[in-house]
Structures are given as structure tokens and as C-alpha cells.
T-cell receptor
């Protein structure tokens, strides 16, 4: 049981390049989330998907797009990377309808540097 | 939306002492309050949680208390050990998503 798997773990991009961060969960959770973590600012929600087929903006959605490909997978795309997007990105999943799954399970994170 | 404030931002304690981290929230619809521990370079991990119909929950050396009237909840760690050193985040959930505090960096001095 892998939980939440994120790829890649590290990435360096040049300004203007694009990339997609992949996330997959094997816990049959309905809800999936993308957060960014910056020093002193905690975890800020970028986008989330409450259930398959739906996506919603979070606190800091500008410069990002998401796709809920199926129940397992939720990807985050940077169309034109900017230095301000240098951060650690975490994917998470949860399911309030499942016993023991109210809280988030996080992926291992992606450390992204935009130069 | 929900606003979660967390204090203190840094906390140093001697090994064996207790540590207390406090959070307040603004949205009375919040009904679930988890706490996460994040070690350096690792993912946040759920360590304890409490639902709004419960006032206190304990798990060995860790306890969480909730005061719904005052809209605050606290994490208590007793008999601290060096491996408790980490950043701790509180969170509140009024709907589908969680709102996080800005974190407390706890250092346990041997």
C-alpha cells in the first residue's frame, strides 16, 4: 500500500518552461489536493478536487492548472514557470466519508526550483 | 473563509518538559481539527486529531484539547524527547478543504 505517490521528487526549470507534477493515491479517497509550502508561510492550497470530475481553486491558483484524470490521479501543471513558483509542492488526499480517512495523507513532496 | 492562527512560531523546551502549541480558528462550521508533524525535509504526517463533538483526546504523550465556544484548540506534548523536534501544524476543516496554521518549530534540548 503506497499511499500517495508524487513524481518527480526534484526539478529545476528555467523561467518560461512548463512541467506537470504527477500525483496518484491508492486509498480510494475521493478528495485530492495540491499545496505549496514556502518558508514561514505554512501550507497554502493551490487547487483541490473534492471528487472525480470536479476541481476548484484554492488560495493561490494563479499560474497553475490541474487535471483530475480519474479517481486515483490528480496532476498539477505549470504552463510558464516563474521564479516565484520556486517551492516545495505537496499532493494530499482524504475522504471524510471513510472511517479513518478524515485527515490528509501527504505525498513525499516535489522540490521545484525555477531559475 | 476560515482563518487559523497558530502560536508560538518557535518553541524550545528541555528534554522531559512539556510543550503546548495553541491555535485559534474563525469559522464556527469547522468540525475537524488535525495536527501534523513535519520533520526536516519530510512530508507532514498526521499525529492526532479531534472532532468537534469531543473536548479532549489523548494518545500516549500527545493530547489535543478543543474549546468550541472560544474557537481554540491546543496540542500538548508531555515528557518531550529529542525526536519530538519538528515543525507542527494545526488545521481546521469547515468543509472539504483544510486551513492550516503557519507552523510551530519545536526544539527539544537534550
Amino acid at each position: 500500500n503506497a499511499g500517495v505517490t508524487q513524481t518527480p521528487k526534484f526539478q529545476v526549470l528555467k523561467t518560461g518552461q512548463s512541467m506537470t507534477l504527477q500525483c496518484a493515491q491508492d486509498m480510494n479517497h475521493n478528495s485530492m489536493y495540491w499545496y505549496r509550502q514556502d518558508p514561514g508561510m505554512g501550507l497554502r492550497l493551490i487547487y483541490y478536487s473534492a471528487s472525480e470530475g470536479t476541481t476548484d481553486k484554492g488560495e493561490v491558483p494563479n499560474g497553475y492548472n490541474v487535471s483530475r484524470l480519474n479517481k486515483r490521479e490528480f496532476s498539477l501543471r505549470l504552463e510558464s514557470a516563474a521564479p516565484s513558483q520556486t517551492s516545495v509542492y505537496f499532493c494530499a488526499s482524504s475522504d471524510p466519508a471513510l472511517q479513518g480517512a478524515w485527515g490528509y495523507t501527504f505525498g513525499s513532496g516535489t522540490r521545484l526550483t525555477v531559475v | 473563509g476560515e482563518n487559523v492562527e497558530q502560536h508560538p512560531s518557535t518553541l524550545s523546551v528541555q528534554e522531559g518538559d512539556s510543550a503546548v502549541i495553541k491555535c485559534t480558528y474563525s469559522d464556527s462550521a469547522s468540525n475537524y481539527f488535525p495536527w501534523y508533524k513535519q520533520e526536516l525535509g519530510k512530508r507532514p504526517q498526521l499525529i492526532i486529531d479531534i472532532r468537534s463533538n469531543v473536548g479532549e483526546k489523548k494518545d500516549q504523550r500527545i493530547a489535543v484539547t478543543l474549546n468550541k465556544t472560544a474557537k481554540h484548540f491546543s496540542l500538548h506534548i508531555t515528557e518531550t524527547q529529542p525526536e519530538d523536534s519538528a515543525v507542527y501544524f494545526c488545521a481546521a476543516r469547515p468543509g472539504t478543504q483544510f486551513y492550516f496554521g503557519t507552523g510551530t518549530s519545536l526544539t527539544v534540548i537534550p
